[in-house]
């Protein structure tokens, strides 16, 4: 039988960092969830060889990653490559979701799309602006931008393809024209984009279920399904308790001891519906809290063994681990600790 949290930290290029530039680990995964965007940089991070923020954050400024609202509704980093494409699968889906929000804030069709094109024309030009930037040249135009609005516009115009991550801009994200970002994006049928998406999904991901891409995705389940018949030849399956685990034929490596500091949104942990393979039901609670916030875990031979947090300053970082049981003394531990310190460029104290 296979040990699905360690197959999943082999194939989430987790154990072995699998790769050279923080864009193929990104392009690997297909989206790399990413509302807590230090962290997010710590995911890609965590499965490149030899990465820091620095380069992480260098390939998001070169448009080498992009960060944008594609997946169910929330911030993920994707692959300028797979950008078009898969906003075509999943946007509308997440527009019904919005729509609701939309008429709580009496932002009618008519009026997002006017502010689409308002702010295609502010960032034009390779301009990366802010979001208060942008809000301000809506202001401008009349139109109401207070913070439940000007979220809900800027979704729909990510959404919708015009907007996507600029440049940083000191500590504040800043937004810049889709076209000029991903400028060469191929595209694909709807029928060829789901079953990409499930290649990408449980080629990264697995072992997985066709409920784990369905929740990953934010597609409905039927195209879920759609999407996994068009490609499951390629995978092989294994059914336990009642649950059917698609992954790819590799043969399973002997297992090895291994401690990670993984961060808050990992891939390891939100992309699964199903997350008991790693968590223990009584430390859900303490790893997830109840609106859906997913702390930064301690993964010790695949499991979730306790949490940490970081306090960083301009010279040096701070490591704080908390353990749900017995507290660990382990040289991995540490050598995860110092792992992070390096990706930071900074000193532990």
């Given at each position: 039988?296979?040990?699905?949290?360690?197959?999943?930290?082999?194939?989430?290029?987790?154990?072995?960092?699998?790769?050279?530039?923080?864009?193929?680990?990104?392009?690997?995964?297909?989206?790399?969830?990413?509302?807590?965007?230090?962290?997010?940089?710590?995911?890609?991070?965590?499965?490149?060889?030899?990465?820091?923020?620095?380069?992480?954050?260098?390939?998001?400024?070169?448009?080498?990653?992009l960060r944008t609202h594609?997946?169910?509704?929330?911030?993920?980093?994707?692959?300028?490559?797979?950008?078009?494409?898969?906003?075509?699968?999943?946007?509308?889906?997440?527009?019904?979701?919005?729509?609701?929000?939309?008429?709580?804030?009496?932002?009618?069709?008519?009026?997002?799309?006017?502010?689409?094109?308002?702010?295609?024309?502010?960032?034009?030009?390779?301009?990366?602006?802010?979001?208060?930037?942008?809000?301000?040249?809506?202001?401008?135009?009349?139109?109401?931008?207070?913070?439940?609005?000007?979220?809900?516009?800027?979704?729909?115009?990510?959404?919708?393809?015009?907007?996507?991550?600029?440049?940083?801009?000191?500590?504040?994200?800043?937004?810049?024209?889709?076209?000029?970002?991903?400028?060469?994006?191929?595209?694909?049928?709807?029928?060829?984009?789901?079953?990409?998406?499930?290649?990408?999904?449980?080629?990264?991901?697995?072992?997985?279920?066709?409920?784990?891409?369905?929740?990953?995705?934010?597609?409905?389940?039927?195209?879920?399904?759609?999407?996994?018949?068009?490609?499951?030849?390629?995978?092989?399956?294994?059914?336990?308790?009642?649950?059917?685990?698609?992954?790819?034929?590799?043969?399973?490596?002997?297992?090895?001891?291994t401690t990670f500091l993984?961060?808050?949104?990992?891939?390891?942990?939100?992309?699964?519906?199903?997350?008991?393979?790693?968590?223990?039901?009584?430390?859900?609670?303490?790893?997830?809290?109840?609106?859906?916030?997913?702390?930064?875990?301690?993964?010790?031979?695949?499991?979730?063994?306790g949490l940490w947090s970081?306090?960083?300053?301009?010279?040096?970082?701070?490591?704080?681990?908390?353990?749900?049981?017995?507290?660990?003394?382990?040289?991995?531990?540490?050598?995860?600790?110092?792992?992070?310190?390096?990706?930071?460029?900074?000193?532990?104290?």
């Amino acid at each position: 039988m296979i040990n699905i949290a360690h197959q999943r930290l082999i194939n989430q290029k987790i154990i072995d960092r699998g790769f050279q530039q923080p864009q193929y680990a990104v392009e690997f995964l297909g989206a790399v969830q990413a509302q807590d965007y230090p962290m997010s940089k710590w995911a890609v991070g965590i499965r490149t060889k030899n990465a820091t923020d620095k380069t992480v954050e260098q390939a998001l400024d070169e448009g080498l990653i992009l960060r944008t609202h594609i997946l169910r509704p929330t911030w993920h980093l994707v692959s300028p490559k797979d950008i078009r494409w898969m906003l075509a699968l999943t946007a509308p889906h997440i527009h019904q979701i919005s729509a609701h929000y939309n008429r709580k804030m009496e932002l009618s069709s008519d009026l997002l799309n006017l502010t689409d094109e308002l702010l295609a024309k502010a960032v034009e030009g390779h301009k990366h602006l802010t979001k208060a930037e942008l809000m301000a040249h809506l202001e401008l135009a009349g139109i109401n931008t207070s913070e439940g609005r000007s979220s809900l516009i800027l979704i729909h115009a990510e959404l919708n393809g015009v907007l996507c991550s600029g440049k940083q801009n000191g500590k504040n994200n800043t937004y810049a024209l889709l076209e000029e970002r991903a400028t060469s994006a191929p595209s694909y049928t709807r029928e060829e984009s789901l079953g990409l998406l499930a290649r990408r999904y449980f080629r990264s991901h697995g072992p997985a279920t066709l409920h784990d891409f369905g929740w990953w995705s934010g597609l409905k389940i039927s195209d879920a399904k759609a999407g996994l018949e068009s490609v499951k030849a390629e995978f092989v399956s294994e059914t336990i308790e009642n649950q059917t685990y698609w992954f790819l034929p590799d043969s399973q490596p002997p297992l090895q001891p291994t401690t990670f500091l993984l961060p808050a949104f990992d891939e390891f942990m939100v992309s699964y519906k199903n997350r008991a393979a790693s968590l223990d039901s009584s430390n859900v609670s303490a790893a997830i809290t109840a609106n859906g916030i997913f702390k930064p875990i301690i993964v010790v031979n695949g499991q979730v063994k306790g949490l940490w947090s970081r306090t960083v300053q301009k010279e040096n970082v701070r490591i704080q681990t908390h353990f749900f049981s017995d507290t660990i003394t382990d040289p991995l531990l540490t050598e995860a600790v110092k792992e992070f310190a390096s990706f930071l460029g900074k000193e532990l104290t």
